[in-house]
């Protein structure tokens, strides 16, 4: 069913070694996402760390427009990211068949 244990051995070092570049990845992409025409941006990387954060001056004397645009930016972002930790596992693992080759 698994064929023999030489080849899950081979299996596992091959998804080890393709963890370790995605981690490399995610530590290496940035996204930026721009609100409201741009008067709020954000930077993040691949792993959800907040990196930048822009606000316009105009926004500084409306609070509630600023937490508006923050949030819907810091969701997008967030969007982003899912959406590419999905896409580069997904792509990681599409070769990869554990019962064998048929």
Excluded: R
């Excluded at 490399?24 to 907040?50: H, P, R, Y």
């Excluded at 997008?76 to 048929?102: C, S």
């Amino acid at each position: 069913m698994f064929g023999n244990l030489s080849d899950m051995s081979k299996l596992l070092e091959g998804m080890q070694e393709n963890a370790s570049k995605l981690q490399a990845q995610l530590e290496a992409k940035t996204f930026c996402v721009k609100c409201g025409g741009g008067l709020v941006e954000v930077s993040i990387n691949a792993k959800g760390e907040l990196l930048d954060l822009t606000i316009d001056d105009s926004l500084l004397k409306d609070k509630a427009s600023l937490q508006i645009l923050l949030i819907g930016a810091m969701n997008d972002a967030n969007k982003m990211v899912q959406q590419n930790l999905q896409n580069t596992t997904m792509g990681m693992l599409e070769g990869i068949n554990p019962f064998g080759n048929k």
